[in-house]
């Protein structure tokens, strides 16, 4: 069987080396891929949620032994610092942003896809959790393969413990992302993301995985989010998810990435007296978030 590992590249590769990587294999491992101190304030941020977080109650996907917990964005500044980490959206920029052409009268425009921030969510797999059934995460758009021109998501899973094949590292099918739609994923064809707390994972929405069978006595708890094409819908619903007055806060290119912009292909305008205008004009408009008032 044609089982290939996952390779490993450090926390400095250049975003040339990590496309290079996952276009061959699919997903790559970077270590080191956030510092110490990043890592220590995020287990801080994410364990206050999940400590008072009850497990799933979905036996065959989501897990009975698993906390799940989202909103990551409105409830963590070092989340925002890993959604924006530069080998995270740069890559997914590289490999997600392909241009292609379209006609508007004699003009032929170039134009690539935007992308945005579709999902972030702390998986913590307890003991005895089983297998999570293989997939692929662009399954959630019916993404078709193989895709030669466009890939639908660029994934991370940041390790917040470390990551073995005993206590569920995630398991990834290394060059699924070149499958058609009908060959089925093995278990047999998986091998696990192991790596050390720090380290990520980062993979192709096309790509088969599943979170792995934790064997030990101890919780595995990582940290994923997902670049997606911003004209599909969000996976994670952000605009009902985070207060508005969180999303203020947050720096403007976050704001947009979350879908406080309107795309480079005109999707997500509002209309504010008569004109098509990007939603970021919204969060300067305090009249905005007051109930009943509009604007
Ligand atoms: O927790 C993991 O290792 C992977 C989880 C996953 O792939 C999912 O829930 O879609
Ligand atoms: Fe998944």
Redesign the pocket.
């Known amino acids: 069987m044609d089982t290939r590992k996952l390779s490993t590249l450090s926390g400095d590769a250049s975003v040339d080396q990590v496309v290079e990587v996952i276009r061959r294999d699919g997903g790559v491992i970077i270590s080191d891929f956030i510092s110490s101190q990043t890592l220590m304030s995020l287990t801080k941020d994410l364990d206050t949620y999940l400590n008072a977080t009850p497990c799933g109650v979905d036996p065959y ?2 897990g009975t032994q698993t906390r799940r917990v989202a909103r990551i964005i409105g409830r963590s500044d070092t989340a925002v610092e890993v959604a924006l980490n530069p080998l995270f959206i740069d890559t997914a920029r590289a490999i997600l942003q392909t241009p292609t052409h379209v006609w508007v009268g004699s003009d032929r425009i170039e134009m690539a896809p935007d992308i945005q921030l579709s999902i972030t969510q702390a ?1 913590q ?1 307890g003991p005895g959790q089983g297998l ?1 059934p293989l ?1 692929r ?1 662009d399954a959630t758009s019916l993404w078709r393969h193989p895709q030669y021109e466009r890939e639908a998501r660029v994934q991370v ?1 940041v390790a917040i413990s470390d990551f073995t094949e005993e206590n ?3 398991r990834v099918i290394p060059g699924s992302h070149k499958w058609d739609d009908e060959r089925m994923p093995t278990q047999e064809e998986t091998v696990p993301a192991e790596m050390k707390a720090g380290s990520a994972l980062l993979w192709l929405g096309s790509v088969y ?4 069978a934790n064997q030990s006595a101890l919780p595995r708890t ?1 940290l ?1 989010m997902a670049y997606d094409l911003a004209f599909l819908r969000l996976e994670e619903n952000h605009f009902l998810s985070i207060p508005i007055e969180r999303v203020r806060q947050l720096p403007a290119e976050m704001q947009r990435l979350l879908g406080w912009g309107a795309s480079t292909t005109l999707l997500g305008w509002v209309e504010i007296d008569g004109q098509m205008r990007d939603p970021q004009e919204l969060l300067g408009m305090p009249e905005f978030s007051e109930p009943g008032k509009g604007f």
């Open positions: 996907f989501a998986i797999i999570q997939h995460d899973m569920g590292a995630t995985h599943g979170g792995g990582g994923t």
